[in-house]
């Protein structure tokens, strides 16, 4: 989403989350931990943020990513690009919700096994055997588009033909996979 926006003011909210996280990782960590750290990585001890130093460095954080996406999708694309017109947030529910369950193996995810046979014959607990076909595929896709906007968004704008290129090679490989018509 960043990558779309007209100012900055997205790009430093998440520069900002870094300063934030950091706090929270290193803020509470004792004096004898610190000497611990000090041998192993370059840390310097963080001085503890104030209750508004927090509240400007997680506002990142109170976005939730389906709102993300919705902002992203809402922006004008920078580049002509296939990649860029592709959307995101009419992905989350269908996609993201439901994979986000079954890589967690949250309640809903259990309520999705079933007794399903494997190659050898033998009964098996598992989600439907596609679906880890089916997850990679669509986190390739949204790889695609984040390395898009990434590289498009910061710098100097990259020939596109590259990304979009790879999007079509996505989608005959993503209709292949899931049997899609017309794949072969």
Request: charged content about 20%; glycine content about 6%; some cysteine.
């Amino acid at each position: 989403m960043a990558s779309r926006q007209t100012d900055s003011k997205e790009l430093a909210a998440f520069v900002d989350n870094y300063y934030a996280k950091s706090a929270k990782i290193f803020g509470g960590i004792t004096p004898a931990q610190w000497a611990e750290l000090d041998g192993v990585a370059k840390v310097t001890p963080q001085v503890p943020l104030t209750k508004e130093e927090k509240k400007n460095l997680s506002r990142w954080e109170n976005l939730d990513l389906f709102s993300m996406a919705q902002k992203r999708d809402a922006l004008a694309p920078k580049t002509p690009s296939v990649v860029e017109s592709q959307t995101l947030g009419d992905m989350y529910t269908p996609v993201y919700r439901q994979f986000s369950s079954v890589t967690h193996c949250d309640a809903f995810a259990l309520n999705m096994l079933r007794l399903y046979r494997n190659p050898k014959g033998m009964l098996v607990l598992s989600v439907d055997p596609q679906w880890p076909a089916v997850l990679c595929i669509m986190n390739a896709m949204f790889d695609i588009i984040q390395a898009h906007d990434a590289v498009s968004g910061f710098g100097e704008l990259p020939v596109m033909d590259g990304f979009d290129a790879l999007l079509a090679e996505w989608v005959a490989v993503r209709d292949k996979s899931l049997g899609e018509p017309g794949a072969k």
